[in-house]
């Protein structure tokens, strides 16, 4: 089947570095994603990483992804109190399956 | 670019009636559209994928009849929600491929309809 899998819920300090985890099911994926999501709004593209890659780093943000255990973990350096939101990860297939979403929640 | 809008960002009509959901790629051609759904604290649901000029894939479940869906240029897609009922209420979310990174889904705003 298709279950891409996420915890609900992380709580960080602002300055703390989160990390947000992810199992997928299915090993033909192209790209998995990172899709942010704050109240009331679309989806934000946050990163990206190819399948044959395994990790990938973009200011901030470090994807891991162990292919091998069909993990994919996002880490944000210095969390934000911006950086609260959900956050999906997905996997395309011939369409984007989504994880159940991360609530990341950001406190002083 | 790859920016998406949708239009409008919210709307409320009574039961009974229709409403239209506009979806554009603003900087890019979308190969393809897709509409999805979303109900409170839960994720993305996909209700149809359409290429420009083709008829709209419903996903199974999907009432085709009710969430009409017209592609009709490289940078529009339409969602009309027929006769709408509360049950309809949610976030609807559009979203295109065909911008800067090959196969990738650029995300609209989304739409929240409520139906009274």
């Known amino acids: 089947g298709e279950d891409v899998e996420q915890s609900l819920f992380l709580s960080v300090r602002e300055g703390d570095s989160s990390v947000i985890n992810c199992t997928y099911t299915d090993s033909s994926s192209t790209y998995l994603y990172w899709y942010k999501q704050e109240p009331g709004a679309g989806l934000q593209l946050l990163t990206y990483?190819?399948?044959?890659?395994d990790m990938k780093q973009d200011q901030r943000l470090t994807v891991l992804l162990n292919k091998k255990d069909k993990h994919l973990s996002l880490r944000i350096a210095d969390t934000q109190t911006g950086d609260s939101a959900i956050y999906f990860c997905a996997e395309n297939t011939d369409k984007l399956i989504f994880g159940t979403g991360t609530r990341l929640q950001v406190f002083p | 670019g790859a920016v998406v809008s949708q239009h409008p960002s919210w709307v409320i009509c009574k039961s009974g009636t229709s409403v239209k959901i506009e979806c554009r790629s603003l900087?890019?051609?979308?190969?393809?559209m897709f509409w999805y759904r979303q109900f409170p604290k839960q994720s993305l649901m996909l209700m149809a994928t359409?290429?420009?000029?083709?008829?709209?894939?419903?996903e199974q479940g999907v009432e085709k009849d009710k969430f009409l869906i017209n592609h009709a240029s490289l940078t529009l897609s339409t969602l009309t929600v027929t006769s709408a009922h509360p049950e309809d209420s949610s976030f609807y979310i559009c979203s295109a491929t065909g911008g800067q990174l090959k196969d990738t889904q650029y995300f609209g705003p989304g739409t929240r309809l409520t139906v009274l």
């Open positions: 900087d890019f051609q979308a190969t393809t």
């Open positions: 990483i190819f399948s044959n890659m």
């Open positions: 359409s290429n420009e000029g083709s008829k709209a894939t419903y």
